[in-house]
């Protein structure tokens, strides 16, 4: 059975820091893996999709990378503004029914 | 453009209550979603339809059903609400490409009491 798991649960950064979460699966037979990210009481919006044959994805200062080998996958932030306050999540497409397997989330605060 | 949109947002329920959850996409995508989601342990799948006419279960189907209306449309339904079914639970849709990205509503808040 995959399992993902988000690795720290909660963290807390000054403005201004680079952040890096970290999710890690047990089986790397994956069709893809997306982060996403989610406010209070608010659903979840996707961040990046990474495809299983890409190492990396990028878009603005959001950088996340794959390794499947290691079954691994790093969602770097740069500059951290305290807008970037939020849960991240990931997860993982594992069968041709495009079901996510998600982690439990790390829950971010950046400190002005 | 809505995207998926879920009513209610919130709703209490007193135990053994009936309810349905509805969840609509405009987006044309064949593959729709209920997942519930619990303080520190992620969303878990209930069921799913990967095409108008199909349903099947996911991780905690028990004490769920659902119907895909149309390719629009799928609702989720309590039958017999429990305390344990306290949840937000999130319905989401793909095109049905199991590499393209998932879209979210923005969930229902569910408490019974």
């Known amino acids: 059975k995959q399992e993902v798991t988000q690795i720290p649960a909660a963290l807390s950064v000054p403005e201004g820091e680079n952040l890096v979460l970290n999710c890690s699966f047990t089986?790397?037979?994956?069709?893809?893996l997306q982060w996403f990210r989610q406010d209070p009481g608010k659903g979840l919006t996707s961040l990046l999709l990474?495809?299983?044959?890409?190492r990396e994805q990028t878009s603005g200062r959001l950088n996340a990378s794959l390794d499947k080998s290691s079954g691994r996958s790093t969602l770097y932030i740069a500059a951290s503004q305290p807008g970037d306050s939020a849960t991240y999540l990931c997860?993982?497409?594992?069968?041709?029914?495009?079901?996510?397997?998600f982690g439990a989330g790390t829950q971010v605060v950046v400190t002005p | 453009n809505a995207g998926v949109t879920q009513t209610p947002k919130f709703q209490v329920l007193k135990t053994g209550q009936s309810m349905t959850l509805q969840c609509a996409q405009d987006?044309?995508?064949?593959?729709m979603y209920w997942y519930r989601q619990d303080p520190g342990m992620g969303l878990r799948l209930i069921y799913y339809?990967?095409?108008?006419?199909?349903?099947d279960k996911g991780e905690v189907p028990n004490g769920y059903n659902v119907s895909r209306l149309n390719k629009r449309e799928f609702s989720l339904r309590l039958e017999s609400a429990a305390p344990s079914q306290t949840s937000v639970y999130f319905c989401?849709?793909?095109?049905?490409?199991?590499?393209?990205?998932?879209?979210f509503g923005q969930g229902t808040r569910l408490t019974v009491v």
């Open positions: 997860a993982v497409v594992k069968d041709s029914w495009g079901k996510l397997q």
């Open positions: 987006m044309n995508h064949n593959s």
């Open positions: 089986d790397s037979a994956i069709y893809n």
């Open positions: 990474i495809q299983s044959s890409q």
């Open positions: 339809s990967a095409s108008e006419g199909t349903t």
């Open positions: 989401a849709s793909l095109r049905g490409d199991r590499v393209t990205e998932a879209f």
